[in-house]
């Protein structure tokens, strides 16, 4: 069974610059999440998707990040315009369905903001 | 907001010893998950206990789950250099019903061989 999948392993942009992270979660799992794990910190969820529907994006920095999962498959995080804060690593993880289930997690994208 | 807090933040121990390390959370939860992270790579789920159960074993791994102390431990028996990585504990909460999962900043363990 193939992993969740994620693009690019590494981003360097410069601040102010967008930046769009690709994701695409193991087969039949419906549900899917984004996190931003800052050096030395746990990850942070900033939103859940089941299906293509949002189930919660309250951590979600809405002025400058925003996601879809159009077709309820794979899902892009996109960060426009970045900010030096924004350096962290964006895992994505998916799971079956959403309600206390294991997750399983991508290798996630180091982004770096100069 | 991060509900679940490990303690220590970091642990060194020698191969073969016994590592222990704790999380407490502030709110009532349906379930607690443990994760290990390896130096830049992802999330690996390690193992589940819910509210209902005490403890749980997985091969060399003993979770304890205390829902009137808000609190459960990871035991690892038996370390090997292969066990050093960073450890989570996630818990749910559920405002309006929705599940959010939530992290603690982890233990960070270092087994020398």
């Known amino acids: 069974e193939a992993g969740v999948a994620q693009s690019p392993r590494y981003k360097i942009i410069e601040k102010r610059q967008s930046v769009a992270f690709w994701c695409n979660p193991i087969?039949?799992?419906?549900?899917l999440y984004w996190y931003q794990q800052i050096l030395g910190q746990g990850p942070k969820l900033l939103i859940q998707?089941?299906?293509?529907?949002?189930?919660?994006d309250s951590q979600l920095p809405k002025d400058r990040f925003s996601a879809e999962r159009l077709k309820g498959v794979d899902s892009t995080l996109k960060i426009q315009p970045a900010k030096l804060e924004d350096s962290a690593v964006y895992l994505c993880?998916?799971?079956?369905?959403?309600?206390?289930?294991?997750?399983?997690f991508g290798p996630g994208t180091r982004l770096l903001v100069l | 907001s991060q509900q679940g807090e490990e303690d220590p933040q970091a642990l060194s121990i020698q191969e073969g010893e016994n590592a222990t390390m704790n999380c407490s959370y502030k709110?009532?939860?349906?379930?607690l998950q443990w994760y290990r992270q390896n130096s830049g790579r992802g999330l690996v789920h390690l193992i589940l206990?819910?509210?209902?159960?005490r403890e749980k074993h997985s091969g060399r791994l003993r979770v304890t789950l205390d829902t009137s102390k808000k609190s459960s431990s990871l035991l690892i028996t038996a370390s090997r250099a292969a066990d050093t990585a960073s450890y989570f504990c996630?818990?749910?909460?559920?405002?309006?019903?929705?599940?959010?999962?939530?992290f603690g900043r982890g233990t960070s363990l270092i087994v020398h061989p």
């Open positions: 996630a818990t749910d909460e559920e405002p309006g019903g929705s599940y959010i999962p939530t």
């Open positions: 087969s039949g799992h419906a549900t």
């Open positions: 993880a998916s799971s079956l369905f959403a309600g206390q289930e294991t997750q399983y």
């Open positions: 709110t009532s939860i349906n379930n």
């Open positions: 998707f089941q299906n293509n529907g949002v189930v919660d």
């Open positions: 206990i819910r509210s209902n159960e």
